[in-house]
């Protein structure tokens, strides 16, 4: 694969391959030939005996050669954790700027670059907050955080979570919400207390609306407060989500500690957040396509290079493709097969002249399907991002609707364009970006089979938001799995 803008030093897999010398081992794969690294001596593998095995008998530390196959939060959470548990990561993914679906894109006509798509995180993502730290990038700083208020644009819904002590803090949000009548809200807080009670565990088998339907929720209360929050967490319709997992993020951000139902907004780029500063600490391949791996008895092949083990964190369609190969892989694929997905578009606007600021930096927008109004949200990038406020930037988010992939995108720009009008006071627009993830999300089903992180090859592991971490497809999903499948495949290798 051709790979513009890469720096100097790096050939590509396919041109290292073609350089190695006939019949001998390829050793420390990836690695620039003029650039030895501190473990290459480590490398050279004794015969008969493992890496794990080696490195631990000489140095005290079980450490091995990685691959980790696809730069995103999970594969980089991986990588940083594989170092931190004494081994070698190498990172080998597609793209030049490490972050997946969470990332920075090129530089464009904005003030500030776009990212793939906005992203709000929770004051409950702990293991994402906890690696931030641990990497030199403060939330405190890189994140805007508010307590839970979700507003609508034109002000007639309000749903502010107060600061006192877990339930009441949910509750008290629920019991006084502006837009809903007295039963609406008496509703809201039956059915957070019955799961609360049941531990949050609804049955498995429930959709949200039908869990809705069980617990008389009236329809208004559903529309203006269920289905936007179903969507927003889990990417997934109330006909189709799976009550269960929205069940689950209910519980993560309603009964923790207060401060776990926050909102945290992104100060910066995505790609600056902290995926950046992993890469700066990490042994970076970018604009490498793996296309197979070889799991083998001692080592795996990874694209015909050797490594100790693997780590996939790509999408589930990637490794399905990956592993398609391999004897034995059939009951693994049947799970990665399992998966469907839901897009979401994310539209940025450049308006002309000042607007008065939003009331808060996050707001919802009223849909009207039978208009094309499918957009949810709006953010306000020139706050977030404190960028000069002559020229306003805003951002809106229309997540899971067919309309996204069936409309042209100029049609759908210019009806997400109405809706926002329509809902807020807009001066003209200056410039407009549509960026469309087709594959956003997977979508979270009732029954949905997630695989573990272990494979039935000891030496290859699954890292993702896909992978059975109890969270629908998010960013700390993703970071959780990547800590886990680096913890996993070091039990494997050394137990
Ligand atoms: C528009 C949008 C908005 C979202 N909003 C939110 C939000 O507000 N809050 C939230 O928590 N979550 C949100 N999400 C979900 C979140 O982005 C994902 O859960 C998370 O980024 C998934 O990370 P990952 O590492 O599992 O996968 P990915 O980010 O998909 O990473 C996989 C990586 O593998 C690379 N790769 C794939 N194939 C290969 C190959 N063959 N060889 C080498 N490299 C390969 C890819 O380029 C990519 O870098 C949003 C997602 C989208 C698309």
Request: a neutral charge; charged letters at 20%; proline letters at 9%.
């Amino acid at each position: 694969m051709s790979a513009p803008g890469r720096p100097k030093h790096e050939s590509s897999l396919g041109e290292e391959v073609a350089q190695r010398p006939e019949g001998r081992p390829f050793v420390a794969p990836g690695r620039p030939k003029h650039e030895p690294s501190l473990g290459e001596e480590v490398a050279q593998r004794p015969e008969g005996r493992s890496f794990i095995e080696r490195g631990r008998d000489d140095a005290g530390v079980a450490g091995g050669h990685i691959a980790v196959v696809g730069a995103g939060w999970a594969g980089l959470a991986a990588a940083i954790e594989l170092q931190r548990l004494g081994h070698r990561a190498t990172v080998l993914e597609v793209r030049h700027e490490p972050g997946g679906r969470a990332r920075q894109l090129p530089p464009s006509r904005f003030q500030a670059p776009l990212d793939n798509g906005q992203h709000l995180l929770l004051g409950a993502y702990h293991a994402t907050l906890r690696l931030m730290r641990q990497l030199g990038c403060p939330p405190e700083t890189k994140l805007w955080r508010m307590p839970l208020t979700l507003r609508s644009a034109d002000g007639e819904f309000q749903l502010r979570v107060p600061r006192l002590p877990s339930p009441w803090h949910a509750l008290a949000g629920l019991g006084f919400t502006r837009g809903l009548t007295g039963p609406e809200r008496w509703a809201a807080v039956r059915l957070v207390w019955w799961l609360r009670q049941r531990n949050w565990h609804p049955e498995d088998t429930l959709t949200v609306a039908e869990l809705m339907a069980r617990h008389r929720q009236p329809f208004a209360l559903t529309r203006k407060l269920w289905a936007p929050l179903c969507l927003a967490a889990l990417n997934t319709p109330i006909d189709i989500a799976c009550a269960q997992m929205f069940a689950h993020v209910l519980r993560d951000s309603l009964d923790g500690a207060a401060s776990d139902s926050d909102l945290l907004l992104p100060r910066t780029d995505l790609s600056r957040l902290w995926p950046q500063a992993a890469a700066a600490r990490l042994d970076m391949r970018y604009g490498q396509l793996v296309r197979s791996v070889q799991p083998g008895p001692n080592d795996i092949q990874v694209d015909g290079a050797t490594y100790d083990a693997a780590i996939l964190a790509v999408p589930p369609y990637m490794a399905s493709r990956m592993i398609a190969a391999l004897p034995g892989s059939a009951p693994l694929l049947d799970v990665l097969d399992g998966f469907s997905y839901a897009p979401i578009a994310t539209l940025t606007l450049q308006l002309a002249s000042p607007m008065p600021a939003l009331p808060q930096p996050l707001l919802m927008l009223r849909e009207d399907h039978d208009r094309g109004h499918v957009g949810q949200w709006v953010f306000d990038r020139t706050r977030l991002l404190g960028l000069d406020p002559a020229r306003p930037e805003l951002t809106v988010v229309a997540s899971q609707h067919p309309a996204l992939l069936d409309l042209s995108r100029s049609t759908l720009m210019q009806r997400l364009r109405t809706q926002l009008s329509e809902q807020l006071a807009l001066p003209p627009v200056a410039e407009a970006e549509l960026i469309i993830e087709k594959r956003g999300t997977f979508e979270s089903r009732p029954g949905l089979a997630r695989p573990g992180h272990l494979t039935p090859w000891p030496r290859l592991a699954l890292a993702g938001d896909y992978t059975d971490t109890g969270y629908p497809a998010v960013l700390e999903g993703a970071v959780r799995s990547g800590i886990d499948a680096a913890a996993a495949l070091h039990d494997a290798l050394t137990a």
